[in-house]
């Protein structure tokens, strides 16, 4: 699935990144817990968070996850979209929750891990 194709099908917003890429997502990871993300050891998954802080983005660059939704409205701050800039990473933003988010993406094909 594209950024694109993601970010239709969450009604979401993306804060960093380039909407146009050719990045594909085929997995996610649903956490709160970062010390659970930092167990992960697939390649580039997609991370659904509802944690919107600066751990959130150096989780993330530890874990090579490009690519993060921050669910239940919740919105990234000018540091954290500097930090996933200046990382390579894609932020998007979605009024939906971290469950209804993974679910309405599993619906369209994304894997789980785990």
């Known amino acids: 699935m594209t950024i ?12 960093c990144g380039n909407p146009d890429s050719s990045h594909e997502v085929n997995e996610a990871f649903a956490s709160d817990l970062m010390s659970d993300v930092l ?6 998954p997609l991370l659904i968070t ?10 993330a660059e530890m874990a090579d996850i490009r ?10 701050t000018e540091e954290m979209i500097e930090l996933a800039t200046e990382h390579g990473m894609t ?5 939906f929750s971290v469950f209804r988010t993974s679910g309405m993406l599993y619906q ?4 789980p891990i785990y």
């Open 4 to 15: 694109k194709e993601l970010i239709e099908i969450i009604d979401g917003q993306m804060v």
């Open 108 to 111: 369209h094909g994304i894997k």
């Open 39 to 44: 167990t992960l050891d697939h390649l580039n």
């Open 50 to 59: 509802g944690l919107s802080n600066l751990q959130t983005i150096r989780t």
């Open 67 to 76: 690519v993060i939704v921050l669910a239940r409205g919740k919105k990234a």
């Open 91 to 95: 932020l998007i933003e979605t009024p």
